[in-house]
């Protein structure tokens, strides 16, 4: 049994002030006493650390997988241990939830080579010699040199799904199409690898998925309308008499039910501050309102549902109303993109979704560049127009702060040249998003942000250090416009 001693040692920072026989209290009171620099130092070399235990953990985990097969029955290593499922002894011996016990084990299959679709199915045999290259290669090899978290290869592994199988009569057709399917979602992986280290792991799920819609669009239509389907609503009476609801939204549902939210409780959640004196008062309000979010939402909800079409959108939502407002891309010939994002949550839809909301809200052109920035005002106001919010939206998805999730809607824009001091324009090339905390944040914690030309924004912390800030991946890919593969594909629904 490896002692805590034996572990921290591998810990420099913190192993070298602890000495023999260390115990955790020791470790506690070691850490509580150092520098702010020295404890993030120890978090980092704790990690590493734990990266490396995880790796055999999670090959272990799909050893134990590979070993506990249907077609084994009762033989299966899992079953003679009194498991139905590898899952259920792997939880039982980290004390992972089943949701991380699951992780290990799809993981730990992906990386020793097992395809888990196909030991689902023993009877279904593919010749050795018509597997086309497998496009997770990549993921393999970042897990194993340590540069990719378990986390991270389950997320960018279910974000891009399986390919498209090939719809061709001709073998050799059909051998073609599967190879180009497969390097395209190599390339992908590739590239959601390389970003890896500056994404959440929530972040490259929604880039896996929008970059799997981009290259499959009809596999995209399919799923959207999948969801569709199993869109719900039900209520039923507990045991204690409470009336109890569960509600599931399709894509175009949930966008809409998320803006409606977001538009009325945006000043709870963290959204911008207000210049209208009334705005203000009433965000004042529902600030120093006693009841929690979920009792709010919920108010929200009942009060809609009894004001029906009678009620004035602006007692509800304010200036802004809540409305879902989809992003597409357009190319120069006027050839519209495959899918499109919402502005908020940056998911995608099929562009027929787009089609049936113009014929209702209309159209908002913004011209950008390859790289989505858009023209630019000038010096003439001091305030970001709201078109050029849409701009800004369109071009940063969200908070550009390292690691915020918050969304377009919650941000104010910043002028990273000061207005009066730096005679700073009201261009959209020298405007970044950043929510109301960040904003502040920003400004009373001596950061700054600058901009060479058209290139990364880059912030810089008081002590010198510097991080790029990294538009939403989802909005890097759908501005680049990627090619789906030859329409020679079988949409995957999965």
């Avoid at 790796?55 to 899992?78: E, K, N, Y």
């Avoid at 290869?153 to 199988?165: H, K, N, T, V, Y």
């Avoid at 998805?397 to 040249?417: K, L, Q, T």
């Amino acid at each position: 049994m490896v002692t805590f001693t034996e572990v921290a040692a591998l810990v420099p920072t913190a192993g070298s002030r602890l000495g023999e026989g260390a115990t955790v209290e020791r470790a506690q009171a070691v850490v509580q006493s150092m520098t702010d620099a020295d404890a993030v130092a120890v978090l980092r070399e704790a990690a590493e650390v734990a990266a490396h235990a995880e790796q055999l953990r999670v090959i272990a985990a799909g050893v134990i997988a590979t070993r506990s097969r249907r077609d084994a029955g009762h033989t299966g290593l899992s079953q003679t241990r009194g498991h139905r499922t590898p899952v259920s002894l792997v939880q039982q011996i980290t004390g992972a939830t089943k949701a991380e016990a699951a992780r290990h084990v799809r993981v730990g299959e992906a990386l020793i080579g097992v395809d888990a679709a196909a030991s689902a199915i023993p009877d279904v045999a593919t010749p050795s010699s018509a597997a086309p290259l497998d496009w997770r290669e990549p993921l393999r090899a970042a897990m194993r040199s340590g540069s990719l978290t378990s986390a991270q290869f389950d997320a960018i592994q279910r974000g891009l799904g399986e390919p498209p199988s090939a719809d061709a009569a001709d073998e050799d057709e059909r051998s073609a199409a599967d190879a180009i399917a497969h390097d395209a979602w190599m390339q992908a992986a590739q590239q959601l690898v390389a970003e890896a280290t500056e994404r959440t792991v929530e972040e490259l799920t929604a880039a896996g998925r929008t970059i799997r819609d981009m290259l499959d669009p009809e596999g995209a239509e399919m799923r959207y309308l999948q969801r569709f389907e199993r869109r719900s609503f039900r209520t039923w009476i507990d045991q204690d008499g409470m009336r109890r609801a569960s509600l599931a939204l399709d894509d175009e549902g949930g966008a809409f039910l998320d803006a409606i939210l977001s538009s009325a409780l945006r000043p709870r959640r963290g959204g911008p501050r207000f210049v209208d004196s009334d705005e203000a008062a009433r965000a004042a309000q529902l600030t120093d309102d006693s009841r929690t979010m979920e009792q709010l939402s919920y108010d929200l909800l009942l009060d809609m549902l009894r004001a029906g079409v009678l009620a004035e959108p602006a007692e509800v939502f304010g200036t802004r109303q809540a409305g879902v407002r989809m992003v597409q891309v357009v190319d120069q010939a006027g050839v519209a993109g495959p899918v499109a994002l919402t502005e908020d949550a940056l998911s995608a839809l099929p562009a027929a979704t787009v089609q049936q909301h113009v014929c209702d809200a209309g159209i908002v052109p913004v011209t950008v560049d390859a790289c989505g920035n858009p023209l630019d005002v000038g010096r003439e106001q001091r305030l970001f127009t709201p078109r050029q919010r849409i701009a800004l939206a369109l071009r940063d998805g969200g908070c550009m702060w390292p690691g915020c999730d918050r969304p377009a809607s919650y941000c104010e824009a910043h002028h990273i040249d000061e207005w009066a001091a730096d005679g700073g324009r009201t261009d959209i090339d020298r405007g970044i998003l950043l929510c109301r905390f960040h904003h502040m944040n920003l400004h009373h914690g001596g950061w700054r942000i600058t901009r060479e030309g058209r290139a990364d924004f880059v912030l810089h912390h008081p002590d010198g250090e510097q991080f790029v800030l990294r538009r939403r991946a989802v909005l890097t890919y759908a501005w680049a416009g990627i090619d789906p593969p030859p329409k020679r594909f079988r949409p995957a629904a999965a």
